[in-house]
Structures are given as structure tokens and as C-alpha cells.
């Protein structure tokens, strides 16, 4: 395994699901790391689980739509951990494939607030000391979604495009000051994302739909045959975190068992 790029790591949704994945393997790999997410039980269980296992990692509670709680997460990461050197964002939520003529303003809205402007807001405030110390990776989690239209609903669907963009184009304006920025489509994965997009839309959830919860679905439009694993994914963004993957940056790199490549 390559060795990460020095300095700690900050992963926004890292509360559950790819973000707790890749930050429990980012703190095996060597990195301390911040785990930022809005709901604080899976935050502290992600913590606790990675300091049992000798890792260091403390918890930050905020919502990656707010600039405001993005600054002070990232500011206070760097004050307890040191030097910031890693940045993923995983924080995200869904739309349930709901089609535009019943998706709500509500739900686009915080759709797109969460999924592509808190990535936009991680990203302005890590590179701050990024581009200060001439060195970092950035990883945002994206999804088949910001490849293809059928990989989720209208709100969704348009927040992972917006993401495959602003990963390339952060990645050729930085690329000069040593600082990668790329990006992980991942096909279908189980993670607990269904629930806890209710838990944060509350009464404006949309009935989640979608081949996400139907196993003969994925089956039927994976070539693989089967879901990806949190752990495969996690070990896409460790090597993108990594030196090996210095001269690695706006790609886009699609683990998805074949389901794009149809």
C-alpha cells in the first residue's frame, strides 16, 4: 500500500456508509482523522471504532451545507489533528428517483445544497490550506449518477454531475500548487444512505425508489452481477489519497462493477 500524503484527513459523512468506510481505512492506513457529519451517533461510533483500534480520529458535527459550520469543522480539524492533508467528501443524500413532476422545491433544493454545494464548500476551505502548503488530495464521492441519467432522480442526478465538474475543474486550477483533486463514481452499494436521507429530509422525504433496494435490479444492470462493497471503495479513495497517485488528478474513477460500461 502506498502511503498517504502527510497530514490528517477530514471526511465529511463519514457517520456511515462510504464515509465511514473510508475513514476507518484511511486511519488504518496512518492518517488522523476528523469524521464530520450532521447526525452525531453514527459520527461517534465511527470515532470510537477507529480509536479501539489504535487509530486516531476525533468527531465534528456539521452541516456541509453551511459555510459557516464547513469553515469551523475544517478549522477545527486542523487545530486538534494538525495540518490538514487529505479531504473527502462523502456527504450526501437522496432523491428516490422521484420524476421532476412530483420532485418538490424543498427537495431539490436541499438536494443540490447538500450533495454538490457542500462539496463546494469542503473543497474552497481545505484548499485554503491546501494551496498555503502546496500539498493535499482532495476525493469527492460522486456516483454512476454524475455519469449516466439513469442512476438517479432529477435533484440526484444533476448533484453528481455538478461534482464530476467541479472535481475537474478544481483539479487543472490547483494541479501546479502539488494538490489532486478526483473523483469516485460508485455503482449500487449497500449503505444505510436510504435511511438516512429520510432522517434529514424529515417530512419532505420522498418515498425512495429506485433500483438501489432491489437486489434483482442491480443484478439485472450490474455485468458484475453483484453490489460493490464499502470496502472496495474505500480502497479506490486510499489510493487516490495516496503518493502513489501523485500524477492521478480530474479523473473520474468509476467502480461500478461494469454498469456504466453497458
Not at 74 to 93: S, T
Not at 121 to 126: E, F, G, L, S, V
Not at 195 to 224: E, F, H, Q, S
Request: hydrophobic share 45%.
Amino acid at each position: 500500500m502506498s502511503a498517504l500524503v502527510p497530514g490528517c484527513a477530514v471526511v465529511t459523512g463519514g457517520g456511515s456508509g462510504l464515509g465511514r468506510g473510508i475513514a476507518t481505512a484511511l486511519a488504518k492506513a496512518g492518517a488522523p482523522v476528523a469524521v464530520v457529519d450532521l447526525l452525531p451517533e453514527g459520527g461517534k461510533e465511527t470515532v470510537a471504532a477507529i480509536t479501539s483500534a489504535g487509530g486516531r480520529a476525533t468527531f465534528v458535527q456539521a452541516d456541509v451545507s453551511r459555510w459557516d459550520d464547513v469553515d469551523a469543522a475544517i478549522g477545527g480539524a486542523v487545530r486538534e489533528l494538525g495540518p490538514l492533508g487529505i479531504l473527502v467528501n462523502a456527504a450526501g443524500i437522496l432523491d428516490g428517483y422521484a420524476p421532476v413532476t412530483e420532485l418538490t422545491p424543498a427537495v431539490w433544493e436541499r438536494v443540490i445544497a447538500i450533495n454538490l454545494g457542500g462539496t463546494f464548500y469542503a473543497c474552497k476551505r481545505a484548499l485554503m490550506d491546501m494551496a498555503a502548503a502546496r500539498r493535499g488530495r482532495i476525493v469527492n464521492i460522486a456516483s454512476v449518477a454524475g455519469l449516466v441519467g439513469s442512476g438517479g432522480g432529477p435533484a440526484y442526478t444533476a448533484s453528481k454531475h455538478g461534482v464530476v465538474g467541479l472535481t475537474k475543474h478544481l483539479a487543472i486550477t490547483h494541479a501546479a500548487q502539488g494538490i489532486t483533486v478526483n473523483a469516485i463514481c460508485p455503482g449500487a452499494v449497500q449503505t444505510g444512505l436510504r435511511a438516512n436521507t429520510v432522517r434529514i429530509l424529515g417530512a419532505d422525504a420522498p418515498v425512495m425508489r429506485g433500483i438501489g433496494g432491489d437486489d434483482a435490479a442491480v443484478k439485472a444492470i450490474t455485468p458484475a452481477e453483484r453490489r460493490g462493497t464499502i470496502e472496495e471503495i474505500a480502497a479506490s479513495a486510499v489510493f487516490l489519497a495516496g503518493e502513489a497517485a501523485s500524477y492521478v488528478t480530474g479523473h473520474t474513477l468509476v467502480v461500478d462493477g461494469g454498469w456504466t460500461a453497458r
